[in-house]
Nanobody, 123 residues
Framework: QVQLVESGGGLVQPGGSLRLSCVASGLTLNSYTIAWFRRAPGKEREGVLCISTSGQSTYYTDSAKGRFTISRDNVKNTVSLQMNSLKPKDTAVYYC????????????????WGQGTQVTVSS
């Protein structure tokens, strides 16, 4: 039984920072690729960042480049998303997702999802 729980969302002013965390259970994290997705109001779900089993990161959206970073701790079974220089367009519900794979570029679905955490960027 795989479970993912996100935390760390909240209200932040433009230019501010947030760190989101995802705690996984029911799996051995070092065998899984982990990714962050987001859904903005009235928009389709969008991939943000992915981290492979080897620790290599892949940006799914250009808007995150230079501002967001992803990291993982396989001992604690956690993955984090550090978000800097936040913009109002980053407002969304953020989800972590995982699958058994080695590469973020594989054409494969993510079968396991968390419930999401709300991020609101507003002045």
């Amino acid at each position: 039984q795989v479970q993912l729980v996100e935390s760390g969302g909240g209200l932040v002013q433009p230019g501010g920072s947030l760190r989101l965390s995802c705690v996984a259970s029911g799996l051995t994290l070092n065998s899984y690729t982990i990714a962050w997705f987001r859904r903005a109001p009235g928009k389709e779900r969008e991939g943000v960042l992915c981290i492979s089993t080897s620790g290599q990161s892949t940006y799914y959206t250009d808007s995150a480049k230079g501002r967001f970073t992803i990291s993982r701790d396989n001992v604690k079974n956690t993955v984090s998303l550090q978000m800097n220089s936040l913009k109002p367009k980053d407002t969304a519900v953020y989800y972590c997702a995982t699958r058994i794979s080695k590469s973020c570029d594989e054409l494969r679905v993510y079968p396991y999802w968390g419930q999401g955490t709300q991020v609101t960027v507003s002045s």
